[in-house]
């Protein structure tokens, strides 16, 4: 049994996802977006908008594992910086909870939920509804956050099983 916490970051709207995992079934226990945009337009107040917003999420839903989406290559240094501080600040709240975090690329994450890596966001809002059994469309972060969440669900479960097997190959190689 696993609550996972999955993050879409963006240093104006960073999207938040979390599920309950429990075997292969996944329950949606919430989502949404953290407004940066609203602290002002000092980067320094969006982190903090930021940092304040997870370390919320993790005191309210208590998750037991934290993954993230990697920072992709932007057209925009600028922007890439601003998308790599925001996911600083996420990751330093999930740390600051002790909780272990795993960090996945865009395309891995699109074709853990979708089954292509070059999937749209229409895609994967209408695979989250469907995996998680959704009565609406999640706004797209809080979607592509979900994304995540589930990315590391299909994830962990498959390095769990992998290392089960590899545990269970040594301990009959050494009788």
Do not use: W
């Amino acid at each position: 049994m696993s609550i996972i916490l999955g993050i879409d970051p963006g240093s104006r709207l960073t999207g938040y996802g979390v599920i309950h995992q429990e075997g292969h079934k996944f329950t949606y226990l919430g989502s949404g977006c953290i407004k940066a945009i609203a602290a002002g337009d000092a980067l320094g107040d969006r982190l903090q908008t930021i940092y304040a917003g997870v370390s919320e999420i993790i005191v309210q839903f208590k998750p037991t594992m934290f993954a993230i989406e990697q920072v992709f290559m932007a057209k925009n240094p600028d922007s890439a910086l601003k998308l790599g501080q925001a996911r600083g600040v996420a990751i330093v709240a999930a740390a600051n909870a002790n909780l272990p975090i795993a960090e996945y690329s865009a395309r891995q994450i699109k074709q853990s939920v979708v089954g292509t890596g070059s999937a749209d966001k229409t895609q994967v809002q209408h695979m989250v509804k469907s995996i998680l059994k959704l009565p609406a469309t999640p706004q797209a972060d809080a979607a592509d956050a979900l994304a995540v969440a589930l990315c590391h669900a299909h994830s962990y479960d498959s390095i769990s099983k992998l290392s089960g097997q590899v545990t269970k190959t040594v301990r009959r190689r050494l009788r």
